[in-house]
């Protein structure tokens, strides 16, 4: 300490802790692969905040630990430490920085929500795609809702309010390439395609395209996760939610029910595959023509749905109620 | 600052310290626990009023509300408020006879009130189970049944004990007081109640 | 105002039969009003509810070392979990942080002879067994409540209704006894320090109770409305919660959020005055940044308040909601920053004593560090969307409340133990239980952050097999803790009868509490104390040897 002056290593601990934390925050590897153009976004906030985190571990942790060794009682020293109550710039200068680094946050997560369409769930207005929102065989009576709209359009607490995430800024005057009607129900998720008439208990998009997800619960609430696209949202009996994405990896991702639902809430999974264009028409046209008129034959076809997982696991399920809707729902 | 080293008068010995110790600070704990208790049937009105707002029509047809019998009891409630306060008044004056006879008629009051509200119950037509209107209209004016009847309780009880003489003087009035508060409190919790759950129904 | 018929004249704490020397071990199970007795019974009884919520603990992390449900029946899983939160929050850390220390505690440090109201003070504890009771026989009639500690309808009107039931009388009864405890505290620190202490002299976990009790007043009658409607929706048939009859699951969660978050400052503003108490004792130097520490308390009781929705961002929440409470939340670690700096700068330049109190205080310091900065991450709604309801949010809260409250309610032991026994606690028990408590800490909490990234949610009986490796992981440091508490509670059983005694003051601390004897006698002092110095006047002139005006040293006895 004689020969080189404090300021010195303070400034070398500091570019330590720099590169450090500037290093962890791109090299963790917590998080599982990007699928969905909202994933970059939130990984790049995410990598931030562990850059932050890393850097005000380091040195609150190697505060502590030195003074640990450097302040321990010397031996045979029973008085007390300096009599120092406080340091008014020192406080200041603590209380400051963190202010900054939240405000600076909080500025960020704003950028970042506003980019993944957090800001027009339900279109533009929170309202006006309701109507198209209703599903034909939801459990839920619409009649109210929509009456509501008419009526009552302002109100805060307006039914016409769709929860989730929406359109992107970019693609939010387009209408969306695929649109699902997710419905959760103990202990298994449905899949329906208004458009072409199909039901599934697995999830297929085609990859690079605008899909839109309106999501909806039957009994209790559950809650869409799907982790590679690092989006989630809940299904809530009574409100509806919406999930709209670009999948932009093709592949098989786990669907998780991420709300505690029941007995069963851990075996509530299934996947969502994402497929390329091509394989997309395929598999759309092999259950269109399977589910035409004679519907006698129709048994799905899907190859490890919850319901099978869930037989497997637990033999006792085997007959509840949601093989029993969802081959139902199937067979409609 | 915390370091400093105070020089204030010593406090030592019982004299001091039973003076000291005398200091009554049940009317504080009651205010804050009333501050509380707010909070609870503010939390009623709160869901009262999402369920306003997101209902198109509300109350529903068939569960409108009784508004002419409400007023007159919302009258009576309000003008007891004001008899009660006499009633401490005159303790306060060593009136031993004037508070028991004001704190009589807000009992009685009290009663009418209570009774005019079960009168209301069983001619609405509706129960608690009807729709989402009568649960929110029943457990509120419910909750708040209670309390009134808590507090007429209250007011019973400083009329038995009045009866010990030198009970209640002008300097131990501490359970009139503390009545007083708390019918206040009831009081403030209806005029907010009739305001949302009656009043409102009429824009 | 002085009135001869509510008073608390001396004798009357005892029930009118003059001054008994101390208490009998039977005293202890009576409803019993001096705020010493009230404060162990809380301490003793919420220890045992700590046991039973560990022993639940215990069996699902036994059931998540395989990734399929063959341990427990899935709906015996999901009843351990809604009873070891509700039991840990409700029946451990709250009354143990709040009732226990806080009971014991805060007359002694402003130099009061009991608390305001000792008659509600007892009425308040002993809501807290009928509670636990409630909650065991929910166990027998129908398998215990299924839900979560969070109870969201529409599961919790569909699951096991008489158990649920039972819940939320539970809670009720819990809340209640928050609300009475919080009135006694608050009243009692206005008015009844003793006259020679000004605000700024009380010491600071004074403060942080001033910030908890408020807190539990304004938050908690909210909980007990949610509760309510709850119980009418389940057995009056009433549909406040229920969808198809216009009612809304969304609202349910407003009001239970807008208790259970600030629920979490209850549980750790005590613990945070428990630090400012515990690390200028052992470290020999003044607390740094009295004032600042003493205000971030009240702001974050404040900002706390207004935070709730974070718990909701993937609910029935509007976008302007989820921006809102994301930057009120993410304010939060401005206060709590403070705090940490300023105990770090307090152990800068000290003496430090490497007491098994002051070892767990540092490992809060450590562990509360890394809690709060995952807590930021979860603020910032982004990335709370992603890890919502996940492992991540398990491993944050468990960092805070187990790194947090309970290594802060340990070290509180160890450091007021020979006050409330009159015997030290064994140090190199105390060693042991720190080592095993710090490394069963971080291999259980900390694999949970990396499970919950990757995609696996919480309250699951049953996950993706590509998930075991962590979990074994977990499960072995689960093992860890629950070994952890053997030496413990051996120590504190058999110090409380033989340890080593202690002597009024064996840390040569400064607040007021240790001027009387150890154990103090009923009501306190003889004779009241006077404030000489400040409650952290470590290093500076010790000008409290004798009082002024020639009386007596406080701690004599006639």
Known sequence: MKQIPAPFWTLILGIAVTLISLWVGQNHNLLPVQASEQAPLVDDLFNVMMTIGTALFIVVQGAIVYSLIRFRQPKGDDTDGLPIEGNLPLEAFWTAIPAVIVVGLGLYSVVVFQEMGGFSPGGHHGHGAMVAMAPQQSVIDVAPLLLAQGLDDDTVFGKTQVYGFGASPLVQMNQPDVTVNVTGMQFAWIFRYPDTGITDGELHIPVDKDVQLKIEAQDVIHSFWVPQFRLKQDALPGEPGELRFVATREGTYPVVCAELCGSYHGAMRTQVIVHSPEDYADWVASRVAEATPTTTVAQPIEKATDAEYLAEIAPDLARSPVQIAQTGLVNH | MQGAIDSTPVVTGHEVAAHEEHQDLRVLGLITFLASEFLMFAGFFAVFLVFRGSHVQWPPEETEVELLLPAVNTLILVSSSWVINLGTKAIKKNDLAGMRKWFGITAAMGAIFLAGQVYEYMNLGYGLKTNLFSNCFYLTTGFHGAHVFIGLLLILGVLWRSRRANHYTDITHTGPEMAEIYWHFVDVVWIVLFSLIYLLTLI | ?558
Not at chain 3, 418 to 427: H, S
């Open chain 3, 1 to 558: 105002m002085a009135q001869a018929d509510v008073s608390i004249k001396p004798t009357e704490l005892q029930g009118g039969h003059g001054h008994p020397d101390k208490w009998k071990w039977y005293d202890y199970f009576t409803f019993n009003v001096d705020h010493k007795v009230i404060g162990i019974q809380y301490l003793v009884t919420s220890f045992l509810f700590y046991l039973v919520g560990g022993f639940m603990a215990v069996l699902m992390r036994t059931e998540l070392a395989t990734p399929n449900s063959d341990f427990l029946s899935p709906e015996l899983y999901n009843a351990f979990l809604t009873n070891h939160g509700t039991i840990m929050i409700f029946l451990w850390i709250v009354p143990a942080a709040i009732g226990g220390f806080g009971n014991y505690l805060i007359p002694l440090m402003i130099g009061a002879r009991d608390m305001a109201f000792p008659k509600l003070n007892a009425i308040a504890f002993w809501l807290n067994p009928p509670a636990g009771a409630v909650l065991a026989a929910s166990f027998f009639l129908g398998g215990g409540a299924q839900s979560g500690w969070t109870s969201y309808p529409p599961l919790s009107e569909i699951t096991a209704n008489l158990p649920q039931t039972l819940w939320c009388v539970a809670l009720i009864m819990v809340g209640t006894s928050s609300i009475l405890g919080s009135v006694n505290f608050l009243v009692t620190i206005w008015k009844m320090r003793v006259p020679s202490m000004a605000w700024d002299q009380m010491p600071l976990f004074c403060w942080a109770m001033v910030a908890t009790s408020v807190l539990a007043l304004f938050a908690t009658p909210v909980l007990a409305a949610a509760m309510v409607l709850l119980l009418f929706d389940i057995n009056f048939g009433t549909s406040f919660f229920k969808p198809d009859a216009g009612g809304n699951v969304v609202v349910y969660q407003h009001l239970f959020w807008f208790y259970s978050h600030p629920a979490v400052y209850l549980m750790i503003l005590p613990i945070f005055g428990i630090m400012s108490e515990v690390i200028p004792v052992h470290a020999r130097k003044p607390i740094f940044g009295y004032k600042a520490i003493a205000y971030s308390s009240l702001t974050i009781c404040l900002v706390g308040l207004f935070v709730w929705v974070h718990h909701m961002f993937t609910s029935g929440t509007a976008p302007w909601m989820r921006i809102f409470f994301t930057i009120s939340t993410l304010i939060v670690a401005v206060p709590t920053g403070i705090k940490i700096f300023s105990w770090v700068a307090t152990l800068w330049g000290g003496k430090i004593r490497y007491t098994t109190a002051m070892l767990f205080a540092v490992g809060l310091l450590s562990m509360f560090v890394f809690g709060g900065l995952s807590g930021v991450t979860l603020g910032a709604a982004p990335f709370d969307i992603h890890v919502h309801d996940t492992y991540y949010v398990v491993g944050h809260f468990h960092y805070v409340l187990y790194g947090g409250s309970v290594f802060g309610i340990y070290s509180g032991i160890y450091h007021w133990f020979p006050k409330i026994t009159g015997r030290m606690l064994n140090e190199t028990l105390g060693k042991v239980h720190f080592v095993l408590t710090f490394i069963g800490t971080i291999l259980t909490f900390t694999p949970m952050h990396n499970l919950g990234m990757q995609g696996m949610p919480r309250r699951v009986a049953m996950y993706d097999p590509q998930f075991a490796h962590l979990n074994q992981l977990v499960t072995v440091g689960a093992y860890i803790l629950a070994v952890s508490v053997i030496p413990f509670y051996f120590n504190v059983i058999w110090s409380w009868m033989k340890g080593k005694e202690a002597g009024p003051n064996p840390w040569n601390a400064m607040t007021m509490e240790w001027t009387t004897d150890s154990p103090p006698i009923i009501e306190n002092w003889e004779v009241l104390p006077v404030l000489t110095h400040g409650p952290y006047a470590y290093g500076m002139e010790r000008a409290d040897e004798v009082g002024p005006a020639g009386e007596p040293l406080p701690t004599s006895r006639p």
